[in-house]
């Protein structure tokens, strides 16, 4: 049986991995895919797959490409959800802000730095003619976190997954004044390199296992039910997010990174390229 350490963030986009997990498919292919929840996101499953500590992320592509660009030896395998995420632009409910117009030159809450929640607070500030350095952030880890942040008044906005963050504008703990969608495919499957030079055909089979449950995930009966259930999510918010997010069965097209990559560029979010052979493995 050979262990395999796999992160990501507990979010809906992750089910199909815990129900290939739980219906024993790995087990049966000899893979024993130990799943961890990361709930810091992006900037802290980098540093695993640095550490050693993961071997497996899936991981948010604007992310892991400016980490692998920093020298994280690590390559991208596949995509994983080609549509955009779509981000929230909240505030606490009770502020004085009501407009994405209203926030420029005000503090972002941020779970680490090199996180999607910094990343996109940049893409965000871009799309709206904000100078990026004049960007100023508070770091909070996790979404708790915020809520602590944006409610005591130590940050004035948070920019997380829409449809998760969507249980706290329900509760009245945050309102949403914007959405920000990425300019790219939402995530991506990245493997650390020494474990992929050691083990091509364990990750040639967890994708293949992984893409016969996303290929199908819509058609599981019941599903929009079963993740209400366990996000916590109003079935009708599960039902606009299964329409909108389109699951990925390929890698990363070197057209494709390039685009990425100079938007990234562009964006000041890095300051220098990588080639696509350094960022990408075609299996």
Not at 65 to 91: E, F, R, T
């Amino acid at each position: 049986m050979k262990t395999v350490k796999i992160v990501g963030v507990p979010e809906h986009f992750n089910l199909p991995w815990h129900l290939c997990i739980e219906n024993g498919e790995f087990e049966a292919e000899n893979i024993d895919l130990q799943w961890k929840n990361i709930p810091e996101g992006t900037g802290k499953m980098c540093q695993m797959l640095r550490d050693g500590e993961a071997d497996i992320a899936v991981i948010l592509t604007e992310g892991i490409v400016k980490d692998i660009v920093a020298g994280n030896p690590s390559k991208i395998v596949q995509i994983y959800v080609q549509s955009p995420l779509i981000w929230g632009i909240h505030v606490a409910a009770g502020s004085n802000f009501h407009t994405v117009a209203d926030l420029k030159d005000k503090k972002v809450a941020i779970s680490r730095i090199g996180s999607g929640s910094q990343l996109m607070a940049y893409v965000n500030a871009h799309e709206n003619g904000w100078k990026t350095d004049d960007l100023q952030f508070e770091i909070i880890n996790t979404i708790d976190g915020a809520v602590e942040a944006l409610t005591k008044g130590t940050a004035d906005y948070f920019m997380w997954e829409r449809f998760m963050t969507k249980p706290l504008v329900d509760q009245g703990i945050f309102r949403r004044v914007g959405d920000c969608p990425t300019p790219w495919p939402s995530f991506v499957i990245t493997v650390r390199d020494e474990f992929l030079k050691k083990n091509p055909k364990i990750v040639e089979k967890i994708l293949e296992i992984i893409n016969k449950t996303t290929r199908d995930f819509t058609q599981i009966p019941n599903i929009d039910k079963t993740l209400s259930e366990l996000f916590n999510q109003k079935i009708e918010d599960i039902q606009e997010w299964l329409k909108l997010t389109q699951w990925s069965q390929k890698n990363l097209s070197e057209k494709a990174f390039i685009k990425i990559q100079n938007q990234l560029f562009d964006l000041g979010i890095i300051d220098k390229k990588s080639t696509f052979v350094e960022t990408v493995k075609a299996l």
